[in-house]
Structure formats: structure tokens, C-alpha cells
């Protein structure tokens, strides 16, 4: 079947599954984002339990999207893995470090004689949830913003001279961190941020049986709800009116376009009705739960979860195609990396296309084993009684 | 090659040394103990006694705990290839990549979405659910393991692949060479069983502390019976497996066999040293020569471990540094002059494709591919070939406490399980004690593997084409020493977390009946 696909359509074809990733991996931090609400939210030790307890049965989810999408992202797109990994050293390391802390936290939180007490490892989880959303969103931005970097393949036959045999070289000051210091990057982490805290308090509010703990989440959701609205549009039309990272598609040079994201979105409308649509979902999943007076409406994460993957998704594309370079290098235009001149081989990828196919089934059984075991909502009740608590 | 940042090469090797060696700390008992679980499980759904249940739930916990921080240190190890060794990733990441994501989608899914039905499952789902659900986590984990392993045994064996000249990587053109290399397959299983043998010591050594205290004694036995059993049938595939590491290892990487055995010199009917004790020569002209002050040797042995045949010949650490005409083997300085030929030939391709001299670049062409089989010896044209010798001691020791243990886990797996069985093991003091003391002597024997293996193959990342001089990242070797130190510092004070958090489990015993059962 992919024998038969294009070059080029196996790089798009790569290019979706990689923003589909990431989107979904962005939906599932809401994980991140509850774990920076947990003493927002849980004002007694048992509620806070129920809090750990429900982010608990979920961080795993998360934590494998992020390795598959790192995982996917080296398969079909290697150079990126090695340019960006090796080169904005300091904030994929500290995103690391971020999500190893997390990783034990919620199974050592608990556990007699855990050498530091259960405070810490809360603190190790708000830890991951601020670092790991804030500095994810900023290394994202910098997609659309760039870094400063070159490639040289031929450095390879280096065997004199004073540069080391090293293809890709940063020539950021930070090793990364000086993303941080752009504020359009800064914008998209911090909207991230308070994204995953958003999408958190509707996950929340969807599974918890306490009433006070519900108060609690809709006055949060106005509150994080506002500065996520404002970093969005910061960063949104900060975005369009931006200049981009345009490829001429005979030459394969890179150059600079004025409105190149905007152009992207008007030239590719089916991305901008997803846009459109998942920012839409998005409001329409917070908004709901706000604006309730008797009854509350409490399943807004389906709306602002699918929403969020859908904007997302259009945004990695809006990257990617449509001729644009997706890893721009301010240093060095020449360098910048497309989804053609960073792919894996045409065998590579044909082999990773049927790999592919597993994903639906994947996300099937998933569905079906939350299905199972989420089927009533949490109260300090089923906390007693369960014997494997966190 | 004086302009490469030798600082830099090393602190980026001890930290994936570190990160890799933390990691495995943690893996085989996931690896092992999944499927011991789910024996436990399975007979608890067979025979619905409730003692099964307590007995399954007792290991599930202490596996939760250490799946937790393997979990924790495997994100590194995959990143890392991209921080630490970014030429690497662009150099080979066509084909390595692929194993990685595959690993997520294939393995960590059905690990990461079964273990939490097996966790927060036992009064959701049905019983027969429960069980498919851990069972599933062992595949997971297991599957995981595959993966990992095919990209590692790929360093070590490049199948599969061509050089494109054009892109300056090397690509995947067969998958299927790359999965089921007999490197691969021969890792593969010989990993996963030493982990179930590990996991068996680990169940046997802590049920023993039981029966030592006089404590849960009918649990502490059905669970040493599964164990035994199991770390019985793993030894036996270890063997096996062992065997087929040796050939692989002669045939693909004759210097680490032969740092491994400490041969200096080539032979045929080549002898093996069961026991050996080595002295450091001194001679500067004599390249790595490692006498034995002391060995117990069986003639033959060796030639019939690599290759099946007492008169076979095999190289010593001279004939592959120095060359050796007479079986055909080139020495390094030849082998690095070569390998600068090719890398040489590369940039004059790449350079008359850019002017459009055609005719320049196919000779060029032809140049690079007669000597590509020796492509990453040109990185050390001009520089020592010393540096290509890897550290003879610590293989040569490794291995064979390695393989000490491993008879030592048999021995043990033997008299345990016919002891138990006879219903005389309460009183066998001094095997209990063995037994518990054996849990330390598993990791170690893990570890040693490992060593065997990676310190080995230096200076390579992928055998003979790519050394690790020319697979780094261009970072300062400060910040990488900063990140050694900083995983070092976490690490280190989540292993202590951790064992604590066991040792308190495990002398806490399983949940009494009655507390059970008001979940049942």
C-alpha cells in the first residue's frame, strides 16, 4: 500500500503523525497541569488524595505519548532529533529531568519510609507540571520563531582542522534556554501552561464526587481560563502577523515571507477550518461549566480536549507544509530544516507507514481499558476501600 | 583527529554509562517479575484460592515500586541519543530510530494503559480480565524489551543498511536483516532470560527472609517454587543463548572476544582460561599484553566457543592491532589509512557533485565504497591505535563473574526448589541466608553483562564505522558534566527512596486475609 505513495507523501504522511503526537500529547498534560492544582484544589489530606489519585491513573498515558512522540520524531525525522536535541541541550535536558521526578512521585508518594517524605514528592510533581508545560510550549514556539544553528553534513569528513567531525552545530548562547528569553516563545509556553491547568480542572470536574472540591474548580477554571485566553491570542496574532520561514520549492532555498503563517492558513483552508473549529471546541468546553447557575454541565473536557488536539494538530501543520521550514535556523537560513531535507529514507518510512497502523487499534484499547476501569466517578470512599492507592 | 574535545567524549560516555547503568538496575526485575506475577495470577484464577491472590498483589506492589523508577530512568536513555550523541542520531537514525518508535507504539502503550487495570482494576474488572490485563503488562514489558535490544544489537552488527552517499547517513534497506539478526535475536533472548533468572533470585531471596523469620511460611514456598522453576528454564535458555553471544561476538567483533579472553596472541585450538588472574605489563612497545600471573585453562575450549571447532584459529589483541598476513587480517594502521581513504573519497564526491563534475565523482564513489567496511577506523588516522583496544581487564573479569553467577543462580534454583519441595527448606539456615544473600550477587551479575558487552565494543557506537569521537554532540563538556552530576545526584537519592520503600514492603509481608478479602 505506501509502496505506492510518493516520497513526499510519506514525508506529509509522517509530518501528520508527528502533530498528531504532539497534539495529543499536549491534550494529555492535563496530567502536568493538575498536578500544579493539587493544593489549589485539595484543602484536607484525603482530597488531595483524590486529586493524586485520579492524575495517578492517567500520568502513564502522558509519559508514553512524550517518549512515542520522541521515539516518532527520530524515526522519520532523524535530523531534527539530532539538531535540535543535541543543540538546544539545556531545555530538553531540563524537560527530562522534569519528567524522571515525575515518574516515581505518584508510586513513592504514599509508600512508608520513602526517605523524603510525601510533601516532596508533591513538590517533584508541580515541579514537572510548571517545567514540563512551560518548557515544552517554549520549544514548540520555537518552531515558528527559530534558533540559531547550522548543518553541515560534509563537517563528517572533517579530519583536520579545528571543528570537531560534527554535523550540526548551536550557536544559541544557552544551548536552548535563550528561547526563553523570546517572548513570543515564552507566550505559547505559558498559554500551554495554563492550557494543561484548564483542560486539568475540566478532567476534575468529569471525575470527582465532592462537592467542595467542585466549588473549588469552577472558580480555578475562570482563573486560569483568562490568562490562557490572553497568551493564546498573544501568541496567535503575534503568529500571523509574524514573518515565516518560506522554502522556493524549485530551488529548495529557504527565505524569509512576511505572513508566511497567515498565508499558510489561507492557503490550506481544510487547516484552518481545524483551527478554526478546535479554538471553537476549545472556548465552548471552558465557557459551559463558567456560565452554569443550577445543573452544571461537568463533561467540557470532551469539548476542550478535542478542541485542543484539533488546534494543535493545525498548528504542526501549519509549521510543516505548504512549502514553509519547520526548525528555522536565524543563524543560518541554509540550514533550516524542512520535512524533505530532514526526513528518514523512503524505505524508512514506508516500513514506519505500516508500523502506523497500529495506532487505532492502539487508541482502541486504551478507550476500552479506561472504560473499564473508570466507570464511576472518585470520592474519599473508593479511596478507603481501593487497595492500591497513591 | 587533535582537534577533538577528548573531555567532552568522555563525560558524555560516563553519562550514558551512568544513566544506562542506573537504568538496568531497574528493567529485569520488571522483566522477569511481570511474568512471575502472572504465573501467581494464573493460578489464582485456576484454583481460586484466596492465598494466591494475596501472594500476586504482594509482588505486584514491590514491581509497581521498581517499574516506577525504570520508567524514570529509561526517558533519559532515549533522549540521550539526540542530546548526547546527535551525530550518531543523524549518521545511523534512519535505522535506529525505527526499533525506538516502534517500541513506543508496539510495547509501551499496552505496558503503560494493562498496568493500570492490574493496579486499580481487582474489584472493576472481571477476574478473567484482571489476568489478560497482567498478562499483557509482561508482554509489554518484554516487547519493550525487543525493541531496544534489536537497536543495541544493531550497534553492534550493522545489518541491513547502505551508505547514501548523498544524505552522509547510512539507511535502512532491509527491516527485516535488521530485526532478525542473529545478533539481535541471540541478544534478545539472552537479556530477557538473565532478567528472569535475576527476578527468580529476587522472589527466592526474599521469600528465604521469610522463612528465616518464621513468617508467611506457606506464601514464602508457593512463591519460591514459581521462582525456582522459572529461573530454572531462563538458565537453561541462558546457556544457550550465552554460547550463540560468544560465536556472534567472535565472528562481528573479534577484539572484544579477544579482550574478553585476554588472547594476545592468535591461535588454533585456542584454550580457554575458566580462572584467570592478569598482570599489568608494563612494556610500552608491547600493545595492551596482559600476562596471566595465575589460570586454569581447558585446551581447545575457546576455538570450539567461537567457532564450533577445536583447530579453528582464533585472533588475539596482536594479530587484529598489528595485523596478521597469514590469516588475513589487516592491521590497524592499515585499517585507519583505509578508513581515511573513504571518508577522504566522501568529501571529494560530495565536492565534485556540487561543481558537477561527474566522471571526479564516480571514481570517488568507487573509492568510498572499496574501503567503506573500514570508514570509522579513518578517524583515527594519525592518532594511536592503542585507543582501538578496549580495556582487557575489566572484560576479561566481567565475564567471567558473570558466568561464575550464573552457575551459582543454577546451583542454587536446584537445591532450593528439591528442598522445598521435600518440605526441608525452613530448616536449611545456611541456604536461606545463600538465597538472600544472592539478590545482591543477581544485580551484580546483570551489570557485569552489560560491561561485558559495551566496555567491549569501545571505541565504537556502531562497530568499525562510527567511533564515539565522532558521534557526539558539540556542547561544553562542563554542561555535560553538570548534567552527569545532576542525574547522578537524582538517581542516587531515588535508589535509596526506593530501596527503602521495598525493604519497608517487604517486612510489612503481604496483606493479611482477612484485609483482603474485604476487597475480593
Request: proline fraction near 3%; aromatic fraction near 16%.
Amino acid at each position: 500500500m505506501f509502496e505506492t505513495f510518493q516520497y513526499i507523501a510519506l514525508q506529509q504522511y509522517w509530518w501528520i503523525i508527528v502533530s498528531l503526537l504532539g497534539a495529543i500529547l499536549v491534550f494529555l498534560m492535563f496530567v502536568q497541569g493538575g498536578q500544579t492544582l493539587i493544593y489549589t484544589l485539595g484543602k484536607s489530606e484525603d482530597e488531595r488524595t483524590i486529586l493524586v489519585n485520579l492524575l495517578g491513573r492517567k500520568w502513564e498515558i502522558t509519559f508514553t505519548t512524550l517518549v512515542t512522540f520522541g521515539g516518532a520524531f527520530f524515526a522519520s525525522f532523524p535530523l531534527f532529533y539530532s539538531t535540535s536535541f543535541g543543540g538546544a541541550y539545556w531545555v530538553w535536558m531540563l524537560i527530562l529531568i522534569a519528567f524522571v521526578v515525575q515518574a516515581v512521585s505518584y508510586e513513592f508518594r504514599k509508600k512508608p519510609n520513602n526517605l523524603f517524605g510525601h510533601r516532596f514528592y508533591e513538590i517533584l510533581l508541580f515541579i514537572n507540571g510548571l517545567l514540563g508545560t512551560i518548557l515544552i510550549g517554549t520549544a514548540v514556539a520555537t518552531f515558528f520563531t527559530g534558533s540559531q544553528f547550522s548543518v553541515d553534513k560534509m563537517n563528517l569528513t572533517l579530519l583536520t582542522g579545528n571543528k570537531m567531525p560534527i554535523i550540526s552545530e548551536w550557536t544559541g548562547l544557552a544551548y536552548g534556554l535563550e528561547a526563553a528569553l523570546n517572548l513570543q516563545n515564552l507566550a505559547l509556553g505559558l498559554t500551554v501552561f495554563f492550557l494543561a491547568r484548564v483542560l486539568a480542572l475540566l478532567y476534575f470536574m468529569n471525575r470527582v464526587n465532592n462537592t467542595e472540591i467542585m466549588e473549588r474548580i469552577k472558580k480555578q477554571l475562570l482563573y486560569n481560563a483568562i490568562p490562557f485566553v490572553i497568551f493564546f491570542l498573544t501568541f496567535t496574532v503575534w503568529l500571523l502577523l509574524s514573518n515565516g520561514f518560506a522554502i522556493n520549492p524549485t530551488t529548495k532555498e529557504v527565505f524569509v515571507e512576511p505572513y508566511k503563517y497567515l498565508h499558510n492558513l489561507i492557503a490550506m483552508p481544510i487547516v484552518a477550518v481545524l483551527f478554526v473549529v478546535g479554538v471553537a471546541l476549545v472556548l465552548l468546553g471552558i465557557i459551559r461549566p463558567i456560565t452554569c447557575f443550577v445543573k452544571c454541565h461537568t463533561k467540557g473536557i470532551w469539548a476542550t480536549g478535542i478542541g485542543t488536539i484539533l488546534t494543535v494538530f493545525s498548528l504542526f501543520l501549519l509549521a510543516g507544509f505548504n512549502n514553509t521550514a519547520y526548525y528555522p535556523s536565524t543563524f543560518d537560513l541554509q540550514s533550516s530544516l524542512t520535512i524533505e531535507n530532514s526526513s528518514s529514507s523512503y524505505y524508512t518510512l514506508t516500513i514506519m507507514s505500516y508500523v502506523s497502523l497500529l495506532v487505532p487499534f492502539v487508541i482502541a484499547y486504551i478507550w476500552y481499558a479506561w472504560r473499564s476501569i473508570d466507570n464511576k466517578k472518585i470520592d474519599i470512599e473508593e479511596i478507603k476501600t481501593e487497595t492500591h492507592i497513591y | 583527529m587533535e582537534h577533538v574535545d577528548f573531555s567532552l567524549v568522555d563525560w558524555s560516555r560516563a553519562q550514558f554509562a551512568l544513566t544506562a547503568m542506573y537504568h538496568y538496575l531497574f528493567v529485569p526485575l520488571t522483566l522477569g517479575l511481570s511474568f512471575i506475577v502472572a504465573f501467581m495470577e494464573t493460578q489464582y484464577v485456576r484454583t481460586s484460592n484466596p492465598e494466591w491472590k494475596r501472594i500476586t498483589k504482594f509482588w505486584m506492589t514491590l514491581f509497581g515500586i521498581n517499574f516506577a523508577i525504570g520508567v524514570a530512568t529509561g526517558l533519559i536513555l532515549e533522549f540521550e541519543f539526540g542530546t548526547n550523541w546527535s551525530n550518531y542520531s543523524w549518521f545511523v537514525g534512519d535505522i535506529f530510530g525505527a526499533p525506538l518508535a516502534i517500541e513506543g507504539i508496539m510495547a509501551f502503550f499496552l505496558e503503560s494503559t494493562f498496568i493500570a487495570v492490574m493496579f486499580f482494576g481487582w474489584n472493576k474488572v472481571s477476574k478473567k480480565f484482571h489476568l489478560i490485563s497482567t498478562w499483557l503488562v509482561a508482554i509489554g514489558s518484554n516487547l519493550s524489551a525487543l525493541w531496544i535490544l534489536v537497536a543495541n544489537a544493531w550497534m553492534q552488527y550493522p545489518a541491513g543498511m547502505k551508505f547514501n552517499p548523498d544524505m552522509a547517513r547510512n539507511e535502512m534497506v532491509n527491516f527485516w536483516e535488521v530485526l532478525f539478526s542473529p545478533v539481535a535475536m541471540n541478544k534478545f533472548f539472552h537479556t530477557v532470560t538473565s532478567a528472569y533468572v535475576l527476578s527468580s533470585v529476587f522472589v527466592i531471596g526474599v521469600s528465604a527472609w521469610f522463612l528465616l523469620k518464621h513468617r508467611e511460611l506457606l506464601f514464602a514456598k508457593k512463591s519460591i517454587i514459581v521462582a525456582s522453576v522459572f529461573g530454572l528454564v531462563a538458565s537453561l535458555l541462558i546457556i544457550i543463548t550465552g554460547d550463540g553471544s560468544a560465536r556472534n561476538m567472535a565472528q562481528h567483533q573479534p577484539m572484544k572476544f579477544a579482550a574478553m579472553e585476554n588472547l594476545y596472541k592468535g591461535q588454533q585450538n585456542a584454550p580457554l582460561a575458566v580462572i584467570g588472574l592478569l598482570q599489568k605489563n608494563h612494556t610500552d612497545t608491547i600493545i595492551r599484553k596482559q600476562d596471566f600471573t595465575f589460570k586454569i585453562e581447558i585446551p581447545s575450549l575457546l576455538s570450539i566457543m567461537a567457532f564450533q571447532d577445536a583447530n579453528a584459529y582464533v585472533p588475539g589483541v596482536d594479530d587484529l592491532v598489528n595485523g596478521n598476513k597469514q590469516h588475513n587480517i589487516l592491521s590497524y594502521k592499515e585499517r585507519t589509512e583505509k578508513g581515511k581513504i573513504s571518508i577522504m573519497s566522501l568529501a571529494e564526491y560530495k565536492n565534485a557533485k556540487k561543481t558537477g563534475n561527474d566522471s571526479i565523482a564516480n571514481v570517488a564513489l568507487t573509492k568510498f565504497e572499496e574501503n567503506y567496511a573500514h570508514f570509522g577506523y579513518g578517524y583515527y588516522a594519525n592518532r594511536d591505535v592503542n585507543e582501538l583496544v578496549p580495556n582487557i581487564p575489566l572484560t576479561f573479569y566481567s565475564f567471567r563473574i558473570m558466568v561464575g553467577l550464573g552457575f551459582h543462580f543454577i546451583a542454587l534454583f536446584l537445591v532450593i526448589l528439591i528442598l522445598t519441595k521435600k518440605d526441608k527448606i525452613g530448616k536449611k539456615r545456611f541456604i536461606l541466608y545463600t538465597a538472600l544473600w544472592s539478590i545482591p550477587l543477581a544485580y551484580i551479575a546483570s551489570e557485569l553483562g552489560w560491561i561485558v558487552a559495551e566496555v567491549g565494543r569501545q571505541p565504537w557506537v556502531i562497530q568499525d564505522i562510527l567511533p564515539s569521537i565522532a558521534a557526539v554532540s558539540q556542547i561544553k563538556p562542563a554542561s555535560v558534566q553538570l548534567t552527569f552530576w545532576l542525574f547522578f545526584v537524582i538517581f542516587t537519592g531515588l535508589l535509596i527512596a526506593e530501596i527503602k520503600i521495598m525493604l519497608s514492603q517487604i517486612k510489612k509481608g503481604p496483606e493479611p486475609e482477612s484485609v483482603d478479602l474485604k476487597t475480593n
